[in-house]
């Protein structure tokens, strides 16, 4: 299993563009980046996922740099309503998800 | 199409109590996972099934015991409930993992707390 390390918090205020790295130096050639999000007293929220590359959807974009030992999720102007718990997650253990603490976003008006 | 759908939503047990948190999915699944997070942490694995007849432990197994008669069913069943054991309760399924289509399906929790 990739060992993800992401910041614990972050601030931004509406309108501006956020990215959130995670570090994930041991990816496996086959792992998938994931990444979720949770708001409070909800189940997780898939919002993202990527191989290699960039991938955009509706909700944000995923930047892979090629040797894949990153990755920035990048949520154009923010809102309040994108205060949340992201994750990253990489890979899988067995046949297990483990997530980390994730990283606490905070938008200010 | 209504997901994974997790009852009940809130429950209060006392010491020594014993209760199930159901789980149900109808994506035709066949990995299901059970999770509790404890206030302002990350999420913790208790157990998860690869398919039904088969179960297995995560990170925080004790106390807690599942089973998995149908695809669609993943119920928790918590033995003499603890203090320790005071946490929100997620279900969840997927896919086969380490596939593109390994994403997480989440219920909308169970808040339990044990006085």
């Known amino acids: 299993l990739a060992k993800t390390t992401q910041p614990i918090s972050m601030d931004s205020y509406e309108g501006q563009e956020v990215n959130i790295t995670c570090s994930h130096n041991n990816i496996a050639t086959n792992d998938y980046i994931t990444w979720y999000q949770q708001f409070p007293s909800q189940g997780p929220r898939f919002i993202i996922q990527?191989?290699?590359t960039k991938v955009t959807n509706e909700v944000a974009s995923l930047f892979i740099p090629a040797d894949r030992k990153s990755s920035t999720l990048s949520l154009p102007r923010v809102s309040l309503s994108d205060t949340a718990v992201y994750y990253c997650?990489?890979?899988?253990?067995?046949?297990?998800?483990?997530f980390g603490p994730g990283t606490r976003l905070s938008v200010l008006p | 199409n209504a997901g994974v759908t997790q009852t009940p939503k809130f429950r209060i047990l006392k010491i020594g109590q014993s209760m199930t948190l159901q789980c149900t999915q109808d994506?035709?699944?066949?990995?299901m996972y059970w999770y509790r997070q404890d206030p302002g942490m990350g999420l913790k694995l208790i157990y998860y099934s690869v398919g039904a007849g088969i179960t297995d432990k995560g990170e925080v197994p004790n106390g807690y015991n599942v089973s998995r008669s149908t695809t669609e069913d993943f119920p928790l069943r918590l033995e003499l409930a603890a203090p320790s054991q005071t946490s929100v309760y997620f279900c969840?399924?997927?896919?086969?993992?380490?596939?593109?289509?390994?994403?997480?399906?989440f219920g909308s929790g169970t808040q339990l707390s044990v006085l």
């Open positions: 997650l990489v890979g899988e253990d067995g046949q297990n998800f483990v």
């Open positions: 990527g191989y290699k």
């Open positions: 994506m035709n699944h066949n990995y």
């Open positions: 969840a399924s997927s896919y086969t993992p380490g596939t593109v289509d390994e994403k997480l399906f």
